[in-house]
């Protein structure tokens, strides 16, 4: 079992910043990749960022240039630094640990039936 919470949601004007942060345990990040995910209500969650078990980074092309995934160095909690936020990024974000590579995670998404997932933070960003 993998207990993941997320925290720092809310609301921001456009061009705004938040960072995201997801507790967890250490031995999640070694592993799962460990991502985030976002979805907007009536749509299918979509991948935002993974961060593989060796290390590596992706991103979903919205993402790219704007939104960053990193972990501390104690292996207790994974971040999503979101910068230049449109109205567009708003949505439920997820944390989650699931046993697929980052580059499946920002590609095709990940059912939640697969691994383990917070119970998400809400992100809105006004115009």
């Known amino acids: 079992q993998v207990k993941l919470t997320e925290s720092g949601g809310g609301s921001v004007q456009a061009g705004g910043s938040l960072r995201l942060s997801c507790k967890a345990p250490?031995?999640?990040?070694?592993?799962?990749?460990m991502a985030w995910f976002r979805q907007v209500s009536g749509k299918e969650r979509e991948g935002v960022a993974g961060?593989?078990?060796?290390?590596?980074?992706k991103y979903a092309d919205f993402a790219k240039g704007r939104f960053t995934i990193s972990k501390d160095s104690a292996d207790t909690t994974l971040y999503l630094q979101m910068s230049n936020l449109k109205p567009e990024d708003t949505a439920m974000y997820y944390c989650?640990?699931?046993?697929?590579?980052?580059?499946?995670?920002?590609?095709?998404?990940?059912?939640?039936?697969?691994?383990?997932w917070g119970q998400g933070t809400q992100v809105t960003v006004s115009s």
């Open positions: 989650a640990a699931v046993p697929f590579d980052a580059d499946l995670v920002v590609t095709r998404g990940v059912s939640e039936s697969f691994g383990y």
């Open positions: 250490g031995y999640a990040f070694s592993m799962y990749t």
């Open positions: 961060l593989d078990k060796d290390g590596s980074k």
